[in-house]
């Protein structure tokens, strides 16, 4: 079974993802850590951002893995290394967006993403899960909350991860031009599937979002 889970930067796709995943004993895959992953050995191999073929030769010349560590968490590996704290700094954050917009390194990760959720049951999150990545998914999610709320948290997650000079208006800055770049991409943007459940998760406990999706699942498995 696939579980697909979309929705803009900072409504809480990763944290229920991967506990909806603990819950089913699925498989978790972060495609958004991909792109992050990829956009952080570009920018530490001095790569221009804007040149889209050196981006997708550059995907295509790197290995990334997903792996579960202990407590449920991620661990992302770049060619071998674990960079799951370094792809959450601000410079990341600042343009993994231009990154994944880029047809051909879109077109390496769906390819991986695919592989890997192909191997068992699995729950995936990321912007195009439902609409390109996997279309035919059992269950589809669109998570969401206002904006005000997705910064809040994204700033909490980034504190929480001792990165420094963290500020929310620079973090709402960040989460606004992501979403533009995200919702007008030419490829894959973001939207939600026609048959995806849609939450808002403004008012909601991560345990009640949790609980909102198991009940979905459950009524599916039926």
Known sequence: MII??????????STVAKILAKKLGF???DTGAMYRALTLKALDTHIDI???????RLARSTTIDLHAASGGALKVLLDGKDVSKAIREPRITKYVSDVAKVKGVRKVMVEIQRKLGSTRDSVLEGRDIGTVVFPDAQIKFFIDAHFTERVSRRVKDMKDLNLEAITFKGVARDIKNRDTIDSTRKVAPLKKAKDAVYI??????????????LKEVRAHRI
Not at 4 to 13: E, F, L, M, R
Not at 200 to 210: K, M, Y
């Open 50 to 56: 804007h040149n889209t073929l050196l981006l997708h």
């Open 4 to 13: 697909a889970i979309d929705g803009p930067a900072g409504a809480g796709k």
């Open 27 to 29: 498989l978790y895959i």
């Open 200 to 213: 808002d998760t403004t008012e909601l406990s991560i345990t009640q979002v949790v609980e909102k999706l």
